[in-house]
């Protein structure tokens, strides 16, 4: 059994930050790629961004430079740190980790809510 728990969104103003993290828990021998997808009401969910075991990155091109991805690995933890936040970055952003047990997989967390408002 695998968990993703994520924590940290909430409600910002348009400028501000905000820090996701996500810990994976459960029977893991190893964890490939970390992420984060969002997903804004009436629209499709989408890549924001992932990193590898290695620390490759990957960024949506509406985030670069804005947001920045990072995992600790011994805490089997994935971080986005969210700055210059836009009222079109608030979604429900969803934590992603592909997990090896004895085959990979890849699993999800439940989401959390990150709302950019005044």
């Known amino acids: ?3 993703l728990v994520e924590s940290g969104g909430g409600l910002v103003q348009p400028g501000g930050s905000l820090r996701l993290s996500c810990a994976a828990s459960g029977t893991i021998f190893s964890i490939n790629a970390m992420g984060w997808y969002r997903r804004a009401p009436g629209k499709e969910r989408e ?5 590898n075991g290695d620390g ?3 960024y949506a091109e509406s985030v670069k430079g ?5 995992r600790d690995n011994a805490k089997n933890t994935v971080y986005l740190q ?3 936040l836009k009222p079109e970055d608030a979604a429900v ?5 592909y997990i090896r047990q004895r085959a990979g997989a890849p ?3 439940q989401g959390t809510q ?4 005044s």
Do not use: K
Not at 47 to 51: E, H, K, N, T, Y
Not at 114 to 117: E, I, N, R
């Open 107 to 109: 699993y999800w967390g």
């Open 56 to 58: 490759n990155t990957n």
């Open 66 to 70: 804005r947001f920045t991805i990072s």
């Open 82 to 84: 969210m700055n210059s």
């Open 1 to 3: 059994q695998v968990q």
């Open 114 to 117: 990150v709302t950019v408002s």
């Open 47 to 51: 890549l924001v961004a992932l990193i």
């Open 93 to 97: 952003y969803y934590c992603y980790a």
